[in-house]
């Protein structure tokens, strides 16, 4: 069986973070100008500033992504978590999700936030699994976010 691999964006993964967020976005409605300016700028919206995008790869082919995006030196936002639909419910978002935040740790970071909608049932529930628990909605850059979830490191 073919191992799932965490590796680093590279240009040439621009198309598949584009459909694998969008296979997301689209699917509960949730599209808005701010997700396309991340999604075809990644470079300046995301890596310039000192984040992280990682794709999920099994085989040959790109099946999930999430990405961090640094907010200051102790904290760092995730972004654009997602996996193709034939990959979910086998442990793929968690396993970006565990690499997001040892990154985070890596980095010396304090705490991880993220922005989300209720909507998205299965990842809040996963966020809670891995520690995140809700705040105050601050700092939201989407329309579409109706929660905030916060991870202390």
Not at 11 to 26: T, V, Y
Not at 36 to 60: C, H, S
Not at 103 to 126: C, M, R, V
């Amino acid at each position: 069986m073919t191992k799932i691999a965490i590796i680093p964006f590279d240009p040439i993964f621009q198309k598949d973070f584009i459909s694998l967020s969008l296979e997301w976005l689209n699917e509960y409605n949730l599209l808005e100008e701010a997700d396309e300016i991340v999604l075809n700028n990644p470079q300046e919206t995301i890596l310039d500033k000192g984040g992280y995008i990682f794709m999920a790869k099994y085989g040959d082919a790109i099946i999930g992504t999430a990405s961090l995006e640094k907010i200051n030196e102790k904290t760092y936002e995730i972004l654009k978590l997602g996996v193709t639909k034939n990959f979910q419910k086998i442990g793929i978002g968690k396993l970006l999700m565990l690499h997001c935040i040892e990154i985070a740790k890596k980095n010396k970071a304090e705490k991880l936030l993220l922005h989300s909608n209720k909507k998205l049932k299965e990842a809040i529930t996963l966020y809670k699994k891995l520690g995140f628990y809700e705040i105050p909605i601050s700092d939201n850059k989407f329309i579409t976010s109706d929660i905030m979830m916060e991870l202390i490191l």
